[in-house]
């Protein structure tokens, strides 16, 4: 006589002993087991990752904000505030692209607030330009303060990373 399916099962469970059992179910269990999770993501992966693109967004910042200093002094504001302008929406793309990188557990909350002044940053350029476009100067100017203020609190929470390329310095260009 033939013996189908789980009758063949209980057949061969019925003559394990229980101990022989226990790690038959267990090894089936690691079989079935999902694969291991990917690396554990370091602080120095994350840099790796991140730096080239900040390093293409300070290269953007350089051809998109060249000169903008001196159209300020000289009155041509609207020319400056349509470079603001290129600059925050420069920004804003590159801080989704920093958005989508997976973060080291143990930095998620001080990424997370250096993720939100970089957007702060990008609205305070926006800002810069629209106070120029409406050809404010002295509103400018202090908006130009505060995103100088706001780069420093972004650099201050990351400054464990040693960031080369993702050191924010409006500094150079306004």
Known sequence: MRVHGNERLEEAVGKMSFGRLVLAVLALALLAAPPAQAEEVTRESYKEV??????????AN???LKGVRGK?????????????FRAAAALRRTLRQLRAVSQPPADKAKLAKWLKYIGIEANLFQKTGKKLKAGNRNAATAMVIRLERNANLANNQVIGFEFRHCRFEPSKFT
């Open 72 to 84: 300020f002094r000289s009155g041509k504001l609207k020319a400056a505030s349509r470079q603001f």
């Open 62 to 64: 350089e051809r998109i």
């Open 50 to 59: 991140v730096e080239p693109v900040c390093k293409s967004n300070a290269k």
